[in-house]
């Protein structure tokens, strides 16, 4: 290398010293550790995994958003879940149909000019008869609101989130979970447990009967039916027979237990069997839910219109509204109700105000009202026709909306019915409800891998008004119902007014009422 410059030497030399040195911080680190550790803390670990497809996701939604943006709606079930749940909301004009004026003779109602003036006849002089009809959705496909598609697009439209939807799947294991080895279910269910979690408290109010139609209700709200293969579709069945093999010969579903149970008992288990008919057409489900129906109407009190816990008693309208509620779930199962047991029902219920202008309600007649009562007695006006621009019907949902903004009282009972009550109402008196309603019924709700995971517990955080009487799983039963809100029944009214169904003045041009309610009972 005689004939290599002494400044090419240099350079050569440094090279390869500098070369070495690499090699060896490669090989040993600067403090002689291994390097492979310092090298994969320099990548974040969502590099590394592919974190989110190790989680189960929602995709619901997807097929059926209007507007693009860079937010998928295919969230994480596991990542916070903000306002961006309510992106992309779907359109559903199809879903704006509703029950078709009554097609006996007897006149129906038309609004007259303006909202809130005294209705119209159509088809009768002034001294006309006014029919009474119980309020229900286009009869065609009165759960669809239940099918996969629509659920999917009605939580996001109504107001839920992936993780109330998460909440009702978890609460829905829970109630299987506990289902007896004969198909029902039990208020005091702790034979059933497995593991640690749920307490060994015993509910008061203990009915076989009312615990197995509050499993099934949540399960049916959900859309799983004993026709068609799903999770439960197993379990539906044995819940649906054990109701069907234990019904007497009247028609009644009650086996016994405490003596104030029995009507409660007997409607809660009529709407299940209604429901799953309707949503089944298993006619081997008619006969059943008829006959059920049938000894509600026979209990009927003829003087005031009401139901108690014994049939014939004058009325209370806690037991009423179950009443009234399981004869729109025939309704809307196309099971016949007679239009004379719904007069009974406006009668009980004008008699069960508490003031002149029908805003407020109370538990027995001539008592002071309360705030449950209100909501509920309210919710049957719904559906025995008010129009949801009905003064006292307005009022009385501000009424029970600014009571809810500030009870510091859980109550799961008064929140059930208050949330389907303003869900009708669809201004923002629900819209701040339902958040707060959903979120902290969500937040509420027990985590964990313990045998009570995805139940409420009926004394924590803070002991529900109805705990000690009906116990975990009607707190849990109440909680999911009122989760699924969304879509277990179709709107009430009308709300696409893009759906030419729902244009004034086309449906002024037809002779169809103006307003979106099934106009055939008098406001009044």
Known sequence: M??????????LLHAVLILLLGLYFYAFGRDGSDPN?????????????????????DHAGDPFVVEKKPDSPSLSLERPDPEVTLIAQPEIPQLARFAPVASSPEPTLLPANGTTGEPRRRGTGKGGAV???????????PFSGRSAETKAMLVRREGGTVRSEKAVDDGLDWIIRHQ????????????????DGCSLFVASADSDTAATGLALLPILGAGHIHTVKSRYQGNVRRGLDWLIERQNPAGELYLGGAENTRMYSHAIATMALCEAYGLSQDQRLLEPATRAIRFIIDAQNTQTGGWRYQPGDPGDTSVFGWQMFALRS?????????????????????????????????????RPATFPMTAEALLCRQYLGW????????????????DLEHSPERNIYYWYYATQLLHNMQNKDWERWNVKVRDLLVAIQMKGLGCDRGSWDPFLPQPDRWARAGGRLYVTSLSLLTLEVYYRYLPLYRTSEKDPKDDPSKAAADGAPKSGFNPVSDPK
């Open 2 to 11: 005689a004939w290599v410059p002494s400044w090419g030497t240099s350079l």
């Open 37 to 57: 550790a310092a090298i994969r803390a320099e990548f974040p670990t969502q590099l590394r995994d592919n974190v989110v497809s190790l989680l189960p996701s």
């Open 131 to 141: 029919p009474t009809q119980l309020h229900s959705e286009d009869t065609t496909a």
């Open 180 to 195: 007896k080895v004969d198909g029902g279910w039990s208020l005091n269910f702790q034979g059933e447990c497995k593991g």
């Open 330 to 366: 025939a309704r809307l199962s196309k099971i016949d109700v007679p239009r004379n047991v719904l007069r009974g029902c406006k009668a009980y219920l004008d008699e069960a105000a508490a003031d002149d202008r029908r805003i407020t309600y109370s538990y027995l007649p001539g």
């Open 387 to 402: 129009p949801r621009d009905f003064p006292a019907l307005v009022k009385g949902a501000a009424h029970v909306a600014s």
